[in-house]
């Protein structure tokens, strides 16, 4: 099998798993007992989400006229793995300007434009900073809503690069694409070290970031370094609870980072903050890749 039909076999996948989707809607928690953990507080975002993306892929009508019958979501306040408008309503703007979707969406690219200007401060309902400048959304893990609403702001800038496109019309005024772009990389650089507290977010970068960050396998000592057996109890007693940095550097996780007041305590109890996820550090790699370009 060679790597196009890898990917046909794919698209075949997604296709079938959004038929199924949008014929037996609901929330996935309802079916799944583990969906307690991180439950979902809609489907119609991951649908439209979905249709947007099988359109770029397919070019097929099934998907576009999903998404001209879709509710584009509105103006949100974050980009989460739970909220997934924003980028869907990216998505569907691209499409728009290509002129693959009902003109009607219009209002999926001015809430796509709505939630920049109040990241970037230039909105009728601006996120709030952190003395530092960090864009504050939330005390648990906020740098995962920060590194998201980077990315979105940096595919936008493309996108009207892509269209020849200056800027985006906000609140209180034009910003060009250049600003928009300039404000991604404040955040960036507050991310990894240019703060308050000079310390970098991003574990392993620079010689000031997070030495006890909120990960088992970081705070277990590596088997090569010692064959004792580690029980699951022994892993918290022993390990987890123990006031010393971690035994295994965590190269290149982003931790929930700072809170409102541009504080941390590097604590491996301190969940809220020094908890690092995927959701931190995959917006911010396609960040990063845009500013390197």
Known sequence: MNIIDVCCNLYIYDMQLFDFAVKHPGQYQNSIPAGQFYSSSGYQDELLWAAAWLARATNERTYLDFINRSNSGGTRRMFSWDDKYVGAQVLVTKLLLEGKVNRNLGQAKYSAEQFICNCIGKGNGNVKRTNGGLLWFDQW????????????????????????????????????????????????????????????????????????????????????????????????????????????????????????????????NNFQQAEPAIANNAPFVGVLARLAG
């Open 141 to 268: 893990n906020n740098l995962q809503y920060v590194t998201s609403a980077s990315f979105i702001i940096s595919a936008y800038s493309d996108i009207l690069a892509e269209h020849k496109t200056y800027g985006i019309q906000c609140a209180s005024g034009f910003v060009w694409r250049d600003d928009l772009i300039r404000f991604v990389q404040s955040q960036v650089d507050y991310i990894l070290g240019a703060n308050p507290k000079r310390m970098s977010y991003m574990v392993g970068w620079g010689y000031n970031y997070p030495k006890q960050v909120h990960h088992r396998g970081a705070s277990i000592i590596s088997i090569k370094k010692s064959r004792a057996p580690v029980s699951c109890q022994g892993g918290f007693s022993q390990w987890f609870n123990r006031n010393a940095p971690n035994p295994n550097i965590l190269e290149g996780a982003i931790v929930g980072g700072p809170d409102q007041s541009d504080q941390y305590r590097d604590s491996r």
